[in-house]
């Protein structure tokens, strides 16, 4: 399989889908705003549609059952996580790359999300590129 590796203003839906078309897995960046979600496990309610959408996704609530990395290099600290996620602009899942670096001393967060429309690629390559 081949990837299409775009600039984060070419991280949405459309890119994706012509991605796809020419059988393509795109790897992009989302905004760190972005409105990802946990998929719905609860039961259903006996009415109406069936929930998609579970908790909203923030940078400090990720369970670390997904967390598969942790590194740090002098004051700062960077975990990795990976997990599939929510979006409701795409029509499939995402495999999405959370990379928060955390600086030790002042305790100042940032983090990136990275996404990929391949669901079975893993965290390390997807950073890589």
Known sequence: MTYLVLDG??????ALH???QGNLHLISKRRR???LYFPYFGSYAGRGPHRKYGHKVADDNIPEQYLKETTEEGHIQTRLYQVQLL???FAQPLNVV???KTHLQTQARAHVILFSGDLELDYAPLVDY
Do not use: Q, Y
């Not at 203003?9 to 459309?14: D, Q, S, T, V, Y």
């Open 33 to 35: 705003d972005a409105a």
């Open 18 to 20: 012509i991605a796809r």
């Open 9 to 14: 203003h070419f991280g949405n839906r459309n």
């Open 87 to 89: 979006h409701k602009e």
């Open 98 to 100: 959370m990379i928060a």
